[in-house]
């Protein structure tokens, strides 16, 4: 038998290795604006075409590359940012693992041009492939610029999974915004199709920069975090109680300037917030937490959006009580008090955190001290696993048990039933399969109570239905037929409304179109972010034409991070989770029974497609048990 184990070709190891970075075109925007800011440049403009899959193109006025350098910027592990593994505990920049280049080079046509200061021209290179086509002299200004084009030409099964343009672009405007975020000071502008500029940011205050990013809505409206201590400096801002949104979209956290997902650090922010905003409604903030770079591990995924703490309690006390701080002085709370809970003090991060030095420096700190001030407790720490693990939900889908966004939560009565049920099974759910199947009786009269529930005469007792709960039910079967080609009913606008979005609104809905028209919304765009509404399904009254879709897109994003979902399956179930009647709607006896009626003839009508229950059963046995009958 031969050997049969080889090595693998340069460009191949390549490739496979730039999986892990590259993963779509925002991944190369992402890498390409931080070698940018890395380079120390004020002037940062991403041209991007066909949503990144022809073009993507990165312009910096930083310090250049020599000759030599150019060409070694493209070698695996090639890098000026570190040279042995303590400097891994120094990193100050963004870049430091030297596979970006690499990596686009192994997945996409490339060519760069660059100038230092020092020298009189500059460097042009052309590689593809991995594989040095061309190298000459070029005449430029000083900086930097990187041409990615062809993504992924080489590997068809990844260019086949990339999604949409829409939802692609989606992904660059998020990154980009990150790195935009970050760095106030930087100039960064954002060029798409036909030389559409979407993002043109200048110069300015970090508050500037996040309300030309997010939308002037911000403006005034922001309460400004600035905590130093000598273990780590927070600052940002936070958005007043009114801004909270039913979404979790305006929520960044920086840890030296770079963005990073963080269930735990959110929890933070969010309980500084108790009691002051609604529990399912999410507050806008912006908040860099600078610590020593020794303190943290950002080397725990190729794209670093992931990192460790050496000491995340200690972190997260004090980005709750920062925030906590920041709305008290400014008036947003009046009553809350400062106080650290005493389970605080006993935690390791506060009694034997790193040295004995950073200890002191840590609790001599004005922070730490006006929060220790008095005894009592109003720190919420999440050492209740059940309370940060809803937290970590938002973050982790799998985690998600299916829940209704907003609908008034059953668990409580449905426990109450269950604790009383002698045993058989009041739930249609569990009894349906004993005995003959429950159907609904028509013709005996229907009571609505409290403008929420129905009771409605079933063959085995009655049914108590949740009149939102059973008309999700009906809407997400009547919208799910509709998107598969039975397309529903417009009525045209005689005044057509036009809406004027966000930019990442827009970027969203404009992935949206297709379907909506298949939903009788007849929507189109309209120049930079805007968009006319030419016509809204025939059976919505006229008149919050703009609302509904605005609403629609919050609802949509209630789900758009959870991967389990199809944008269909997510846009179905925002939709008929916003057009079902509320609880406190008051229904005629036509309305009740027509919901009836489609409740009963849906496929699956005992439960919603987020998995509530839509009624509830009662059984003659079990109702006669009760009264001893
Ligand atoms: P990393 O950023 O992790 O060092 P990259 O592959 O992104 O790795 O870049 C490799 C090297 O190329 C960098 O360390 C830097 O020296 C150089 N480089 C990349 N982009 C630029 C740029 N825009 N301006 C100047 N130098 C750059
Ligand atoms: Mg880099």
Sequence with gaps: MPDIIQLLPDNIANQIAAGEVIQRPASAVKELLENAVDAGATEIRLIVQDAGKALIQVTDNGKGMSETDARMAFERHATSKISNIDDLFRI??????GEALASIAAVAQVTVKTRRAEDEVGTYIEIDNSVVRKQEPVAMTIGTNVAMKNVFFNVPARRNFLKSNASEMKHIVDEFIRV??????????????NNQEVFHLERGTLKQRIVQVLGSQYNARLVTVQ???DYLNIYG???????????????????????????????AVMSAYQDIIATDSFPAYVLFIDLDPSQIDINVHPTKQEIKFEDEKIVYAFAQAAVKHALAQFSVTPTLEFDLDPDIQQLDALNKPFTEDKQAAASSSELFRNFTQKNQAHFIQPTNKSELKNWKDFYDPAAQQSESPGAPRFESLLDKIKSVDPGDGAMG???SAIGQPLTWIPEAPLTQLHATYIIASTNRGFILVHQQLAHERVLYDRFNEALKGKAMATQRSL???????????AVLLADLLADLHLLGYEVEPFGKDSFVIQGTPADLPPGNEKLAIESLLEQFKHFSSDPRFSKREKMLRAMAYQRSVKPGRPLSKEEMHDM?????NSPQPNTTANGNPTYIEFKWEYLNNLFNR
Excluded: C, W
Excluded at 180 to 193: E, I, R
Excluded at 596 to 600: A, Q
């Design 596 to 600: 009836l009626s489609d409740l009963f």
């Design 495 to 505: 005044f057509p409304a036009t809406l004027q979005l966000a930019t990442q609104d």
């Design 237 to 267: 801002f936070v958005g007043k109680p009114e801004t909270a949104k039913k979404t979790r979209g305006d929520q960044y956290f920086f840890v030296n300037n770079r963005f990073i997902r963080s269930a735990y650090l959110n929890h």
């Design 180 to 193: 935009a975020m970050a760095f106030p000071q930087v100039f960064f502008s954002l060029t798409g199709n």
């Design 92 to 97: 100050r920049t963004m870049g430091f693992r």
């Design 227 to 229: 905590e130093q201590t």
């Design 429 to 431: 759910q569990r009894a």
